[in-house]
T-cell receptor, first 111, second 114 residues
């Protein structure tokens, strides 16, 4: 399943499928990006980050892709599990400044 | 355990009654920040601090005060709370003084002002 980020704040996928969550960032001068996961009733938690000199970075079951040409960031989750159900949001850092956060996408994993 | 703690976790109060939400971090981080999170609006920064005795307004500072007398503590003060301050509040800290690196978040404080 795939979201279109801020314009579609929910994404529903079947357990075991791959998920793609998108984020359109605003500042072409941003040089650092983070994906956070926020489970219900908890604070946001760091998932993975990427610097602007890279276009792809992989973690455990997650991959972040960065397309600076169109200012687009995506988070791919492989073999989505029920425990992945949460709100995911991206953060960007304009060079030398502080992080700013997107609104987030609610991911629901159906068993 | 490295963490950011907030107290209280839940608070119901009445309009005009001063309150303080505490925030403490044990990671010796330079940067601390307060955010509010409202449906459809994401995380909005209230105030931040790049070091002891240094605080700055974020995007939505009206109606809030902060102080940074010690590196580990960053309390949020609502002198005269109003219903539009009903929200979910998060404190965060970051090792980098600019706040541009990974931020570690507390568990949140859900505030209701009636």
């Amino acid at each position: 399943g795939e979201s279109v980020g801020l314009h579609l704040p929910t994404l529903s996928v079947q357990e075991g499928d791959n998920s793609i969550i998108n984020c359109a960032y605003s500042n072409s001068a941003s040089d650092y990006f983070i994906w956070y996961k926020q489970e219900s009733g908890k604070g946001p938690q760091f998932i993975i980050d990427i610097r602007s000199n890279m276009d792809k970075r992989q973690g455990q079951r997650v991959t972040v892709l960065l397309n600076k040409t169109v200012k687009h960031l995506s988070l791919q989750i492989a073999a989505t599990q029920p425990g992945d159900s949460a709100v995911y949001f991206c953060a960007e850092r304009p060079s030398g400044s502080r992080l700013t956060f997107g609104e987030g996408t609610q991911l629901t994993v159906n068993p | 355990e490295a963490q950011v703690t907030q107290n209280p976790r839940y608070l119901i109060t009445v309009t005009g009654k001063k309150l303080t939400v505490t925030c403490s971090q044990n990671m010796n981080h330079e940067y601390m920040s307060w955010y509010r999170q409202d449906p459809g609006l994401g995380l909005r920064q209230i105030y931040y601090s790049m070091n002891v005795e240094v605080t700055d307004k974020g995007d939505v500072p009206e109606g809030y005060k902060v102080s940074r007398k010690e590196k580990r503590n960053f309390p949020l003060i609502l002198e005269s709370p109003s219903p539009n301050q009903t929200s979910l509040y998060f404190c965060a800290s970051s090792p980098d003084g600019t706040g541009g690196d990974e931020q570690y978040f507390g568990p949140g404080t859900r505030l209701t002002v009636t």
